[in-house]
T-cell receptor, first 115, second 113 residues
Framework: GAGVSQSPRYKVTKRGQDVALRCDPI?????LYWYRQALGQGPEFLTY????????KSGLPNDRFSAERPEGSISTLTIQRTEQRDSAMYRC?????????????FGEGSRLTVL | KNQVEQSPQSLIILEGKNCTLQ??????????LRWYKQDTGRGPVSLTI?????NTKSNGRYTATLDADTKQSSLHITASQLSDSASYIC????????????FGAGTILRVKS
């Protein structure tokens, strides 16, 4: 696609439910990043991939969060047993170059609300 | 404590005026420092990327400076326009953490007519 596409754009769920957020990066981009952003704050790094390999998952808050990119393209961020504190905007970004040297292109984000 | 601190937290200026936003960081060593513009409800868009060896980089009316010795960067906006109203985010790439990007909380700029 022309840009980074994320779905769903909005997700409202009840506490305790699992959610899966999808990111479709720009075609050919090697690196894919997941961030989350609380209102009025800068993005907080969660994890990133080069191709299908998860390079750094140190930003994942706890073991309820996981991410995968099995074929080196589309990625899914899964949050199990959601809690109210998980409510945030979850953003995906992709970069043509590997590592963190290339320009990042961000998606429009997935707004998660946990009731 | 955040490794990237930005100031001021918010700023209101009149259209046509200049302004300077500050970014102080403790991330060391770092590979690059970036400034992003984020419009309300949108994803961040890159303005400048500077490596540790660069002192300044311009993008139209936006000029970023970097002092790696004092670990400070600034973003100067010249002749502000209403469309400059946005959040400006400073981001540092931390070598120690595999070049993980560390984001500041941002400065919210509002340009008034």
């Amino acid at each position: 696609g022309a840009g980074v596409s994320q779905s769903p754009r909005y997700k409202v769920t009840k506490r305790g439910q699992d959610v899966a957020l999808r990111c479709d990066p720009i075609s050919g981009h090697v690196s894919l990043y997941w961030y989350r952003q609380a209102l009025g704050q800068g993005p907080e790094f969660l994890t990133y991939f080069n191709y299908e390999a998860q390079q750094d998952k140190s930003g994942l808050p706890n073991d309820r969060f996981s991410a995968e990119r099995p074929e080196g393209s589309i990625s899914t961020l899964t949050i199990q047993r959601t809690e109210q504190r998980d409510s945030a905007m979850y953003r995906c970004a992709s970069s043509l170059a590997g590592g963190n040297t290339g320009e990042l292109f961000f998606g429009e984000g997935s707004r998660l609300t946990v009731l | 404590k955040n490794q990237v601190e930005q100031s001021p937290q918010s700023l209101i200026i009149l259209e046509g005026k200049n302004c300077t936003l500050q970014c102080n960081y403790t991330v060391s060593p770092f590979s690059n420092l970036r400034w992003y513009k984020q419009d309300t409800g949108r994803g961040p868009v890159s303005l400048t990327i500077m490596t540790f060896s660069e002192n300044t980089k311009s993008n139209g009316r936006y000029t970023a400076t970097l002092d790696a010795d004092t670990k400070q960067s600034s973003l100067h906006i010249t002749a502000s326009q209403l469309s400059d109203s946005a959040s400006y985010i400073c981001v540092v790439s931390a070598v120690e953490y595999g070049n993980k990007l560390v984001f500041g909380a941002g400065t919210i700029l509002r340009v008034k007519s």
